[in-house]
């Protein structure tokens, strides 16, 4: 072979010839040969296997097909004299007005739309909750404060706006005083939408930006809210269990309304001022019964309903507080509630009258050790206006 046939053109020739080519293995000149006629579907990995002429030979076949993407690809090569071989193909490609075509550009990735957390408070005795739902604006945050109630819906709504740091703020004070838990911006939304259904099915008046508000959160009033799934299995305990949720400082300020506390204090009273000669242990078991007595008479269809979601939200409040055990005590009771299940009587309901008497018992004592003469007056839990650092009244 004269030292003319390992240049790539006539290489590439005798390659397309069939012209035998001894001094190079017979298996590379077949495969030379093979990646020469179909050069367009050549692989780098195939044509760096070569021994370096026979490779430039199919990178000449690739510059007279006007075949870019093989050269471009090898132009990068480990193997140096092949990759500089590669890169002198492109040169004269490009010189023939050839160029590799441009890679599709990515389309600019769209910003997702900035969210700010959504904070719920924790269900007063009387059934409200506060809600502080943001919405970013131009050159702000509009910040909503929501006081509802579970009977009669948006009771109060006040809108600012807000710097991005003082949201932060208010939303940060509110978690780390336990004043409610974050939920994200749709279930804010979903929650003012079933509030303002309740100011329509109640005739409560709409307070002033709550139907912009709802426009503004793409929501409308819901009137069916979800119902809370079936009882299971191992409510009957929780059940058993009730009382328990008393003992937590959130639900230890839930009380019966009004009405109820003082016809229970006047059953109360009226047995012990009774003639009847009963020792302690049967007043105190009919102190007993007129509270339970009490209990189930409150506890109607539609308060059990009421007071189900009351706990399974207080359920979600307990999770995000690592309450799991109130947690599980606060869902078993609700599922029960809702679904009207009896027996055995929820001692969640009995304790809450049950404090009426415990209260009113303490006070009488407390006014007796300080000699005290004025009216006993109903027990109440503790109260106290708090407020968020940014005006909301929290119930």
Do not use: C
């Not at 804010?188 to 503004?216: I, K, Q, Y």
């Not at 007993?288 to 209990?295: E, G, I, S, T």
């Not at 009113?360 to 009216?375: D, L, R, S």
């Amino acid at each position: 072979m004269s030292p003319a046939s390992t240049e790539p053109r006539p290489l590439l020739d005798a390659l397309r010839a069939g012209t035998p080519l001894p001094a190079f293995p017979e298996a590379d000149v077949a495969q030379a040969r093979k990646l020469a006629d179909e050069v367009g579907s050549a692989t780098p990995a195939a044509v760096e296997a070569l021994p370096e002429a026979l490779a430039g030979a199919v990178l000449e076949a690739a510059v007279l097909a006007g075949q870019v993407a093989l050269p471009e690809a090898l132009s990068a090569s480990s193997v140096k004299p092949l990759a500089k071989a590669a890169k002198k193909a492109l040169y004269r490609l490009r010189s023939r007005g050839v160029t590799p075509a441009e890679a599709p550009r990515e389309a600019p990735m769209t910003p997702a739309p900035e969210t700010l957390p959504t904070l719920v408070t924790v269900v007063s005795s009387a059934g409200q909750y506060g809600l502080l739902l943001t919405r970013v604006v131009r050159g702000g945050v509009e910040l909503l404060q929501v006081i509802a109630s579970d009977e009669q819906g948006v009771l109060e709504l006040n809108r600012t706006e807000q710097s991005r740091g003082d949201i932060r703020r208010i939303l940060k004070h509110g978690l780390k005083n336990g004043f409610g838990m974050e939920v994200s911006r749709d279930e804010g939304a979903r929650l003012l939408a079933e509030a303002a259904a309740l100011n329509l099915s109640t005739r409560t008046p709409f307070p002033p930006d709550l139907e912009a508000a709802l426009r503004h959160h793409g929501v409308q009033p819901i009137h069916v809210p979800e119902p809370l799934p079936a009882p299971e299995p191992d409510d009957v305990r929780h059940a058993l269990e009730g009382d328990q949720l008393h003992a937590t400082p959130e639900i230890a300020e839930w009380m019966p309304p009004d009405a109820e506390m003082r016809g229970l204090m006047e059953q109360v009273q009226a047995l012990a001022s009774s003639p009847l000669a009963l020792s302690g242990a049967q007043r105190q078991e009919q102190v007993r019964q007129r509270v339970l007595d009490a209990a189930r008479a409150y506890f109607t269809p539609e308060v059990r309903q009421r007071y189900a979601r009351r706990l399974w939200r207080m359920a979600a409040f307990f999770d995000a507080t690592g309450r799991a055990l109130q947690a599980s005590i606060a869902r078993g009771e609700a599922r029960r509630l809702f679904h009207g299940l009896d027996e055995p009587f929820s001692l969640f309901a009995e304790t809450l009258f049950a404090k009426v008497v415990v209260l009113a018992a303490a006070g009488a004592q407390a006014q007796a050790a300080q000699g005290a003469t004025a009216p006993e007056a109903l027990p109440a839990a503790p109260t106290g206006e708090r407020r968020s650092p940014g005006g909301l009244i929290l119930p």
